[in-house]
């Protein structure tokens, strides 16, 4: 069973920037398409971005585009999610998702695997 263990949150202000590192073990690296969703309070969990295992095509939520870079590391078994000028609105928990089907990972279907989540908060 893949194990993902997210890090790299916290309090940050309006403008500034973070990285979200998710450490994949249990299975290999090369077997996941990976991603990143959110869950803001009172809110759905939503995808914010993926990245497919063979070619590393990317894909974004419209409203992080151009601002946050999902990018993955297989040497290190590590994907990251860099966060720049960070808006209020990103506020929310942060989860890293892994799932060997591309389609189930951006539809967050039942058999996804999931980290623990990491909070960030940018206040205003």
């Known amino acids: 069973q893949v194990r993902l263990v997210e890090s790299g949150g916290g309090l940050v202000q309006a403008g500034d920037s973070l990285r979200l590192s998710c450490a994949v073990s249990?299975?290999?690296?090369?077997?996941?398409?990976m991603g990143w969703f959110r869950q803001a309070p009172g809110k759905e969990r939503e995808f914010v971005a993926a990245?497919?295992?063979?070619?590393?095509?990317?894909y974004y939520i419209d409203s992080v585009r151009g601002r946050f870079t999902i990018s993955r590391d297989a040497a290190k078994s590590t994907v990251y999610l860099q966060l720049n000028n960070l808006k209020p609105e990103d506020t929310a928990v942060y989860y890293c998702?892994?799932?060997?089907?591309?389609?189930?990972?951006?539809?967050?279907?039942?058999?996804?695997?999931w980290g623990q989540g990491t909070q960030v908060t940018v206040s205003s």
């Open positions: 998702a892994a799932d060997v089907l591309l389609l189930a990972l951006l539809l967050s279907d039942g058999q996804v695997s």
């Open positions: 990245i497919t295992r063979t070619d590393e095509k990317t």
């Open positions: 249990g299975r290999p690296f090369t077997d996941y398409e």
